[in-house]
Every structure is written in structure tokens, then in C-alpha cells.
């Protein structure tokens, strides 16, 4: 073990790794003060060897690393990927690939919804993970043993976890779960927000057109913003005040210093000009360029008691198959399939539809029915040839 400083040595030991079938990947970053998240940490291992990568070191260069990251011959596992693969996203625009998601294996195995690498640590490696450094200011040099101990942890005890998973999936043949689960980790457009889009974090309940224009221009503004200065987004402005503004509608500086949450002289900074110009484009548009707002129709009076029949296959079949619920349908989901036999939900393809899906839509039109067997719920399909 060892911490790489150096470009000869990262280079050294990219080449060693890329004989690897495997590597096990983690990252630690800090995220507190900044957008984007600052790479601090990289740790790597494979089954002969594990180190720690640091990114902070004088002069390094990370594209042997990369390099590593998107070499298809070798299969990169992680443990929840999302904000570590974000940040080889924004850093040098590669996703790695192939990809092994430990926390998404675990759920096609039945070890609950999003587990967290502790508990599978304890439950597959039969290993307890120091907790002392896990809140740590990863970017402060020297980092301490402990601290490199710790991080080192979750690389080697994944190896383990990785074995053990893989087996799993290759003996219940649901490796190809987990190959369609990747699919969406393996895109770029999953890890990169559009200022156009930011709007959709809002929670906006407003009904009114003039006002979600005003919001979702605003959230493009400050998105945009808190990119180009890499500063959190709320520190750019809150939702509340954004949403403030959004009703207030200001068109001058002396208006829109008036909104409790901005500081004083807001207004008048580049800023509040640039806000102010957002809000008169809007204003400034004919009613018909307002975005229209589609309103979630209320439920039918059917979709009650279908929602509380799918719930209950849904239980049923995660106990059958041991996997995990949130994995197959959310209840949102169980929502749209008890109103829309062709909703736009994961459920009704792949995997899922095979699993879940197909017997969803015979529970729904009256082809397959529950009963009670020795204490436990059962399915029996039921004979709809002739009219009821």
C-alpha cells in the first residue's frame, strides 16, 4: 500500500492495473463551498494490490488514471457511483466503463433498498469500518494514517463484496439486471444539469403561467451563475427568495431590494440587474410563449383500491424473488400503472415488465387474484374466457 504523489509512480501503477479483469474505485471530495465537487482522494485496488491516488499532489497528472477509467477491458466496481463518476464527468468528461454498481447489485439481490457500503461491509465481508475519520476535511495536507486507512477501506473490503455479489447474480441468471440497471450510469446526461432544466428542483406549486416563467427563468439565471463562479447554488440566491421574486415580479432596483433574503444592495450589483433583466423578458412575452402547466389529474375512483392491489404484488414478488421494491416501481409508479395500462414507467419493460410488470396488468384486469394458502398470499391465475 502506498500514497501515490508522483507521476512516475501513478504511471507505474496504471500500467500493473491494466492487467486487472478488475479494479475497485472510490473517491473523496469536498463539496461544502463549491458547485462542482473538489477531488481530494482517489483509491484504487485490485486482488494483488491497493493505494491511494493524490490528485492534490504538486504537478500530478490524473490521465494515466483516466485512461484507466475508460479502458472497456477492465470493469470498474464501485459502491453508489453517482457523485464519484459526476466528478470524472466534470473533471475530464469520461464516464468509466464497464461498470459495476456494488449498492445497485446488492438491491437486485435482496439486500434492501440502497444499502450502504457499512452495512454490506458487516453483512457480506464480515468487517467493521472505523467511523472516526468520516467526517474529515479530505483536502488538508498531510492527511493523517488513519485517515488514509479509512479511505483505504473502501476499495479493499469491496473486493470482497464484489465477489460475493457476482456470484449471486451469475447463479439467479440476473446478471443482465444489473447490465440494464448500468446503462443509465454509463450515460454523460445523467451527471450533467442544464441550466434550462434547473427549474425542475423547485417545488413549485403555483398554478399561475406568468409566475413558473418567472421561476424557471430564474433558475436557469442562477444555475448558470453558481456553474461559472462554482459556488452552491443557494448561495447564489435561496429557492425562497427566488420563489419570492417570482411572485413579487420587480421591475426596478428599489422593488427588488425590498424582498427580505437578499442583502443590501442587491439591487443595484450585477446581480440584481441581471435579475431584474430575467424578469422583464418574461414580462415582456406574449401569453401564449408562457409555459403551460399540466396539472396531475386527480385519480379515478378505480385507482385506490388497484393501487392497493399492486402494493400488495409488489411486496409479494420482492419476498418471492428477494429483491429490492424501489428497484422495480416506485409508488408513484404503482400510480400511473393503475390509471394507464401503457405508462411511461421502468416496470413495464425489460426485466421488470418480466418480473413485476406482466403480473401487474393481469392483476389489474382481473386474470390473476389473490388468496390465502397455509397463512401466505398466493397468486391464482383466474379463467376470464367467457364474460363475467
Known sequence: MSVITTNDQLVALCERLEKSEYITVDTEFLRTKTYYSKLCLIQVANDEEYHAIDPLAPGINLDPFYGLMTNEKILKVFHASRQDIEIFVNEKGIVPKPLFDSQVAAMVCGYGDSIGYEKLVLNIAGATLDKS???????????????????????????????????????????????????ELTNPDTFIIQPENAWK???????????????????????????????????????????????????????LGSIRGLSQGF??????????????????????SLPEIIRKRPPSQNTDPVMELLKVLLKLTCQNENVAPKLIASVDDLEKLAENDDADIAALSGWRYDLFGKQALAVKHGKLAFTMKRGEVTLIPLDKSEDD
Open 133 to 183: 475519520t468520516r467526517i474529515t476535511d479530505w483536502s488538508r495536507r498531510p492527511l493523517t494514517q488513519r485517515q488514509i486507512d479509512y479511505a483505504l477501506g473502501d476499495v479493499t473490503h469491496l473486493r470482497t463484496i464484489y465477489k460475493n455479489l457476482n456470484k449471486q447474480l451469475i447463479k439467479s441468471d440476473r446478471s443482465h439486471w444489473l447490465t440494464e440497471e448500468m446503462a
Open 201 to 255: 428542483r423547485l417545488k413549485i406549486r403555483s398554478g399561475n403561467r406568468l409566475f413558473n416563467a418567472i421561476a424557471r427563468a430564474l433558475a436557469q439565471w442562477r444555475e448558470s451563475e453558481a456553474q461559472n463562479r462554482n459556488i452552491p447554488r443557494n448561495r447564489v440566491m435561496r429557492d425562497e427568495v427566488l420563489l419570492e421574486i417570482s411572485a413579487v415580479r420587480p421591475e426596478h432596483s428599489n422593488a
Open 267 to 288: 439591487g443595484q450589483s450585477k446581480s440584481g440587474q441581471n435579475v431584474l433583466s430575467a424578469v422583464r423578458q418574461v414580462l415582456d412575452l406574449p401569453s401564449t
